[in-house]
């Protein structure tokens, strides 16, 4: 299997320094600033079936080997050992999670155990587990068609929510409310897709009570198994259901709900029940006028650019410290900074093609505005869109958190995008 190797300082590194192997590179527009901050701390040996340049140009050593392919992974894995001491096993993509705990374990290093990485992608697998531990969680129910679920959906007296067993980035997830609702949400997760996510998940569908309330994501560093940091609390924004799209994130660095007792331990006892020793986990919970309750948990970094905004807003390095966790190391949690950082994505206004855009803001706070959307892109809209579907991403910071959503609103008034709708033959401008 073919290896190749960068030149210049990181190559230097890696003489004195432990690989630490990832598994998968992932989309430039939301890994890159993660995949940064992991080889400028470690040299990295990248695993990807066909990584993409700026991803090689960031590691050490870099082997194309299809990642869904566990005998050529453990064939590079071998070869990969014999000329160079690997130290720890890290990834930030979904799919890749059970395989990086399974190689921690194989190679008798710090990482979760597989059976706490299959915990956390498999939904009906988490509900168990808290439901047994007594996490306040939803009531959920695994079910194998739609006439099962309109079953449930009455057991359940009210509003029900159907999601895909093992997919993320909320495709398939859909609220009912009416028996047909409930058939057709049903036949939504069944069918559900997302940049292939699908083909290493566990097939299923399960319905669920809906919970009632703001939804948050508690970014924990998990230092073993009862000690839990809480680096940040992430704000979601969603779009309107019955989808539950996230259309944008916000953090701040003084938020009181860091001080709160039940967050901290409900997150910590979600946490032993799904086995989680170490690594930076994504915790997403609904604040229900009876408390915290789990939406679910993942044994990764949170993504759409989460940890950039919670080193933004507090100095926490969170894919640094979970490089650092995975070859042994004391990570640093120490906040460096106290303001707020928040994103928003573009989602359209209408069903139809792009035509044209345009941007016209420059400032100090605004950190990234990126077009995610080109010319002829057929785009869907809330609430039957996706996240392929958003158009743009802002990402701003500011002193707290009004401050935060008055820029990005400005952000958005200074630009513009053009889209063909499928039903009329005028241009919309969103």
């Not at 082997?63 to 130290?87: K, M, N, Q, Y």
């Not at 941007?359 to 392929?388: C, I, K, Q, R």
Request: net charge negative; hydrophobic share 45%; proline share 7%.
């Amino acid at each position: 299997m073919p290896f190749s190797a960068v030149s210049g300082p990181t190559a230097e590194h890696a003489e004195v320094a432990p690989l630490i192997v990832v598994l998968g590179a992932g989309n430039r527009t939301f890994r890159r600033y993660g995949l940064e901050h992991i080889a400028a701390g470690h040299p990295v040996a990248l695993l990807d079936g066909k990584a993409a340049s700026w991803a090689r140009s960031l590691a050490t050593v870099t082997v194309p080997v299809d990642l869904h392919d566990g005998v050529a992974v453990a064939s590079a894995i071998r070869e990969l050992s014999a000329d160079h001491r690997v130290g720890g096993v890290l990834t930030y993509c979904e799919d890749h999670v059970e395989l990086a705990a399974h190689l921690a374990q194989k190679l008798s290093l710090p990482g979760n155990t597989p059976a706490a990485a299959a915990a956390c992608r498999d939904k009906h697998l988490t509900r168990s587990l808290l439901a047994a531990a007594g996490v306040p969680s939803a009531r959920s129910y695994l079910v194998p068609d739609a006439d099962t679920a309109v079953e449930y959906s009455l057991r359940l007296d009210g509003p029900v929510v159907l999601k895909p067993r093992a997919l993320a980035g909320s495709a398939g997830v859909h609220r009912a409310d009416t028996p047909q609702q409930v058939r057709d949400a049903f036949d939504a997760a069944r069918n559900a897709a997302l940049l292939g996510l699908e083909k290493s998940a566990n097939p299923g569908v399960l319905i669920e009570e809906y919970l009632d309330g703001p939804e948050i994501s508690v970014e924990c560093v998990v230092l073993g198994d009862s000690t839990v940091y809480i680096a940040a609390i992430t704000h979601k924004f969603l779009g309107s259901e019955p989808g539950f799209q996230e259309v944008g994130h916000l953090v701040d660095a003084t938020d009181p709900l860091l001080a709160d007792p039940q967050i901290h331990d409900v997150a910590l006892t979600a946490l032993n029940a799904v086995g989680a020793t170490t690594g930076v986990m994504h915790v997403e919970m609904r604040l229900t006028p009876c408390g915290p309750r789990i939406i679910e948990i993942n044994a990764r970094l949170g993504g759409d650019l989460i940890p950039h905004l919670v080193h933004l807003a507090t100095g926490l390095n969170l894919p640094l410290i979970a490089a650092d966790l995975a070859v042994g190391n004391d990570p640093e949690l120490t906040p460096t900074r106290s303001q707020s950082a928040a994103i928003r994505f573009l989602y359209p206004a209408v069903t139809g093609r792009v035509t044209t855009m345009y941007a016209g803001l420059s400032a100090s706070w605004l950190d990234t505005f990126e077009w995610t959307a080109e010319p002829g892109d057929h785009v869907n809209t809330l609430p039957h869109a996706t996240l392929l579907d958003r158009l743009a991403l802002a990402l701003v910071t500011g002193p707290d958190p009004d401050a935060c959503h008055r820029r990005l609103q400005l952000t958005y008034e200074r630009c513009g995008i053009h889209i063909q709708p499928d039903t009329v033959t005028t241009a919309c401008v969103v």
